[in-house]
């Protein structure tokens, strides 16, 4: 009577089984449709369902993991490709504009030179007070305040003024003080993202008039000329062009990594 029962209660178990993976095979077959048709969220979706309906479609679910990995490899696949396309674009506005600006690197101590404007290379302006833009190959931008004059002031911060409106430095963690035939030669740096604005200030006002305040023990005020202005905003425009170059460098790696990750669980099946 129990083995009776027992054989009845499986039977049950079997067929309540077979039936989830009968109701979850339109899932996969959709599933399978959509990788087909490139629209991968969606397949993804179909699959997602399978697990929440009916979780005790055991070879359903199996399958839906297999399928899960062809999409994910089909999306790295995409990703790349939209990306390799984007890299050349990039790559190509870069070379169309790199001419304009000054590399300076020593490869003999540098992996990673900076490009300046050619108004703003150091050979052109000895012992002047000013912002000087660069940024890096890598796309990192900083503005330097350099001040010389007869007596040091200690400045850590400039202050951009244009008309009513103004943006602050918070004091810089890169500050250099030395002397040069009399002159008092002071340096900041200030980083693009740290630096509250304030690039974005001078861009924003690359027509306008600005004024500047060094700030430190004493204060020393002039105005940013229009050559100035007008190089620290192409170099922000270079900087726009070398970060986005490396975002799309770092995508690829990240993609490149996601697909062998899952080629390897494939692999390994």
Not at 155 to 179: C, I, L, N, W
């Amino acid at each position: 009577m129990k083995r009776t029962c027992f054989i009845g209660c499986l039977a049950v178990l079997l067929a309540a089984c077979s039936n989830y993976e009968e109701k979850a095979q339109p899932y996969l077959q959709r599933a399978q449709e959509l990788l087909q048709a490139g629209a991968y969220s969606e397949a993804k979706s179909q699959i997602d369902s399978i697990r929440t309906l009916y979780p005790k479609a055991v070879e359903a679910r199996r399958a839906g993991i297999k399928l899960m990995q062809q999409i994910e490899l089909k999306e790295q696949t995409r990703t790349l490709a939209y990306l390799d396309s984007a890299y050349r674009a990039k790559t190509a506005v870069l070379d169309s504009i790199k001419g304009r600006y000054v590399l300076e690197k020593d490869t003999a101590y540098q992996d990673v030179g900076n490009y300046f404007s050619p108004s703003q290379t150091v050979e052109r302006n000895a012992n002047r007070t000013f912002l000087r833009a660069q940024v890096s190959e890598r796309g990192v931008m900083s503005l330097t305040s350099i001040y010389c004059g007869k007596r040091n002031i200690h400045h850590t911060a400039v202050k951009v003024m244009s008309g009513d409106t103004f943006a602050q430095t918070p004091p810089s963690r890169d500050v250099y003080e030395t002397s040069d035939l009399g002159w008092q030669i002071e340096k900041a740096d200030y980083v693009l993202g740290q630096d509250s604005s304030v690039i974005d200030f001078i861009v924003m006002h690359r027509e306008d008039p600005i004024r500047v305040e060094f700030l430190g023990e004493r204060t020393y005020r002039m105005n940013l000329l229009p050559s100035d202005r007008r190089a620290i905003a192409e170099v922000y425009d270079l900087a726009q062009v070398l970060a986005a170059i490396e975002q799309i460098k770092k995508e690829q790696k990240e993609a490149n990594l996601k697909m062998e990750f899952v080629k390897r669980k494939m692999e390994g099946e």
